[in-house]
């Protein structure tokens, strides 16, 4: 197993949770799924099972280049190396186990971006921050997404289900475009 965790990478290794993130999507044969940070590709395959296509991309280009090829044989899967902030293929459901650095230029990125909704992996305190009701804690990322999303909270993810574990705890959250 590829160990980045100085590059901030943390690799979700539960299946059960991966079947319940793609569950939760709700993805239908007619839906085009964006996933962002293929990582290992522990979604990847999940993803292609019902949808009409699934763009994967990743800005690593060691886990793009493995990836791309363990999964050569699923015909409605494009795979993509770069940064998916600039994708602007159209796309109606989001999913991803998003790094913890880039969740906040995620959040904005979505927002101005059209799609039906999403599932997505933050860091707890993250998805703390997006949920508060108190305006006294209410960051610009918080208002942001608020104004943009129905947000809820789906499911808590110990830092034992990824590898190399991460110090922080993890939240699975459901996102719908308002």
């Not at 991966?18 to 290992?40: P, R």
């Not at 991309?57 to 899967?77: G, H, M, Q, T, V």
Request: glycine share 6%; net charge positive.
């Amino acid at each position: 197993m590829i160990k980045r965790k100085r590059l901030g990478q943390h690799f979700l290794t539960s299946n059960a949770i991966a079947k319940s993130i793609v569950s939760e999507a709700k993805i239908g044969k007619n839906d085009i799924v964006f996933e962002l940070g293929t990582g290992l590709g522990i979604l990847t395959p999940l993803l292609c099972e019902n949808a009409k296509k699934v763009i994967s991309i990743d800005a690593d280009k060691e886990l793009y280049e493995k990836a791309k090829s363990r999964f050569s044989n699923i015909d409605n899967l494009s795979m993509e190396y770069g940064d998916g902030f600039k994708k602007q293929d159209p796309f109606s459901i989001f999913v991803s186990n998003l790094p913890y650095s880039k969740s906040k230029e995620a959040i904005e990125w979505l927002a101005e971006t059209p799609f039906s909704h999403g599932v997505i992996m933050v860091q707890k305190e993250f998805a703390e921050k997006l949920l508060t009701k108190s305006a006294k804690s209410r960051r610009s990322v918080s208002v942001i997404a608020n104004y943009a999303f129905e947000i809820e909270k789906f499911l808590d993810v110990g830092k034992n289900n990824f590898s190399p574990p991460p110090n922080v705890d993890s939240v699975v959250l459901k996102i719908i475009k308002k």
